[in-house]
């Protein structure tokens, strides 16, 4: 385990009292357990069940003086819920946010069972470890212990667990609409950044999110005669879709690089040894397209830096035939992107059907599909507003007394690693609070590998014990910074 040198005179985890009794895993950090616990309850939405999420909050939050709201969606089985600890009300609240649906599972390509919570080898395995129930973990841990601990607030803490933020038509929109006096603060904490291990394990980086990208999803219709599959004619609509599909899998995006993603790339190469250094730094500062075009190869090897500094393409669903003996006369693909702040979609939609050059091939505004079938009215409603408010929110200043206490906290919990702004590569919940002008700092409170990341959303979801206690010191500090008096 890391050894932490904190310049505040408490050690939140040495001090509380464990709330379990103890038993063959007694050494296991309060903050693993309570993930586990979350992990079991099942929230993997559609349909989500997060109010069953909400009741357990609200009997670990309820004993310890916090003001306790649960706020039910007009969809049964659905609620946020929000836990207010009060200051003396002589600064602005400061929130702490995470969703508690999880997308849902494989669960035959899972070597143990996503909704049990294992323990093994120092992680906690489970859907949603990652994102964002190891999160809210950490978060709830953080502001409970401030609440055993009666530290003197000069401003209240407000943790709030979402609904729908993976789908569904009443996350933090709804909230912001419904009960925007509960969430109201000067700033906000939720899901964005990382902390990035190296392959030895020490923390190379820590990116806070100031912004998010957004999704914009399109549809390619191919067209061809529909008949009898015993006399196939050339014209067959599911081969025009395959070769529409296989030059959008030859094509890439040119980067394009926001402010904060400029910076990102620099404190990379600061942290980084040859050749990569050259690579990162060609990327954010060279005018040369061979170099950016060489920076771009050598760095997108990593799928996530490939999406930060670009649109994404990403097919997701496919449509095409209804019996084995017809050919159908069109056949359709959804294609995900994931966009860089400014991006519009009339000019992605030229984009690709340059690339496509196929007049049997029709590029359309998609609508934007959580699953695959039906959808109701209302939740299009819904996930199309999602879409167009997120696609025009401002970036998070980059300075700020909760942006500022996250970097010095972030280097006191990681000595030697870069703290650096951010874009994050996918959408999160903050859009309420950043269309209102609330600054909102997205992380992912626990150091993490390159290769556990890539199972976020996908199959052994896992985050390590020590890495759930590290990230609950620098929260904690942090909160206790802005909050404490
Ligand atoms: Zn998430």
Same mark, same amino acid.
């Given at each position: 385990m890391r050894v932490l040198r904190l310049? +505040?005179?408490?050690?939140v985890v040495a001090t509380v009292l464990p709330l379990w009794s103890a038993?063959?895993?007694?050494? *296991?950090p309060e903050v693993a357990r309570l993930l586990t616990e979350v992990i079991r309850i /099942? $929230?993997?939405?559609?349909?989500?069940?997060e109010a069953k999420l909400a009741e357990f909050l609200k009997a670990r939050f309820a004993p310890l003086g916090f003001e306790i709201d649960i706020v039910p969606t007009p969809q049964p089985g659905k609620a946020h819920f929000i836990a207010r600890l009060r200051g003396d009300g002589s600064k602005k609240p400061v929130l702490i946010a995470g969703h508690e649906d999880v997308v849902g599972v494989?669960?035959?390509?899972?070597? +143990?069972?996503?909704?049990?919570g294992v323990i093994k080898d120092g992680y906690v395995y489970g859907r &949603? %470890? *990652? /994102?964002?129930k190891g999160g809210l973990a950490v978060f709830a841990q953080a502001v409970l212990d401030i609440a055993r601990q009666k530290r003197p607030l000069a401003r209240d803490i407000i943790f709030l667990a979402e609904a729908?933020?993976? &789908?569904? %038509?009443?996350g933090t929109r709804f909230l912001a609409d419904n009960a925007w006096d509960k969430i109201d603060c000067e700033f906000a904490l939720n899901e964005g950044g990382w902390i990035i291990k190296d392959a030895a394990g020490k923390v190379q980086y820590v990116s806070i999110s100031t912004a998010d990208k957004s999704g914009i999803s399109l549809l390619l219709t191919a067209r061809g005669t529909s008949t009898h599959s015993s006399m196939p004619r050339p014209d067959n609509a599911i081969f025009t879709l395959a070769r529409a599909l296989a030059k959008l899998s030859e094509y890439d995006t040119k980067p394009r690089l926001t402010d904060s993603t400029r910076e990102f790339f620099l404190t990379l190469s600061q942290t980084s040894t040859e050749p990569m250094k050259t690579h990162f730094r060609n990327l954010a500062t060279s005018n040369d397209p061979n170099l950016v075009a060489a920076a771009d190869k050598a760095i997108s090897e990593n799928p996530l830096l490939h999406a930060i500094m670009r649109n994404t393409i990403a097919p997701v669903l496919m449509n095409a035939g209804f019996r084995g003996n017809v050919i159908p006369g069109s056949a359709e693909a959804t294609i995900n992107f994931r966009t *860089?702040? &400014? $991006?519009t979609q009339e000019e992605l939609i030229e984009e690709i059907q340059h690339v496509i050059n196929d007049p049997r091939v029709d590029v359309t505004p998609a609508p934007t %599909?959580?699953?695959r079938g039906p959808v109701s009215p209302e939740l299009q409603t819904a996930l199309d507003a999602r879409a167009r408010l997120m696609s025009r929110v401002a970036e998070s200043p980059k300075s700020g007394v909760l942006y500022e206490a996250l970097v010095k906290q972030a280097k006191l919990t990681y000595p030697g690693a870069r703290v650096t702004p951010y874009l994050f590569q996918a959408g999160t919940d903050a859009y309420a609070w950043r269309s209102k002008g609330v600054p909102v700092y997205g992380i992912y409170p626990y150091p993490i590998s390159a290769q556990d990341l890539e199972r976020m959303h996908g199959n052994d979801e896992r985050v390590p014990i020590a890495s759930l206690e590290s990230g609950l010191k620098m929260i904690t500090n942090t909160l206790l910074e802005v909050a404490g008096k």
């Open positions: 310049s +505040l005179p408490v050690c038993d063959s895993s007694g050494s *296991i /099942d $929230t993997s939405n559609p349909p989500g069940n494989e669960r035959e390509k899972w070597s +143990l069972d996503p909704f049990a &949603g %470890a *990652i /994102d964002f729908d933020e993976e &789908g569904g %038509a009443y *860089i702040p &400014g $991006t %599909a959580m699953s």
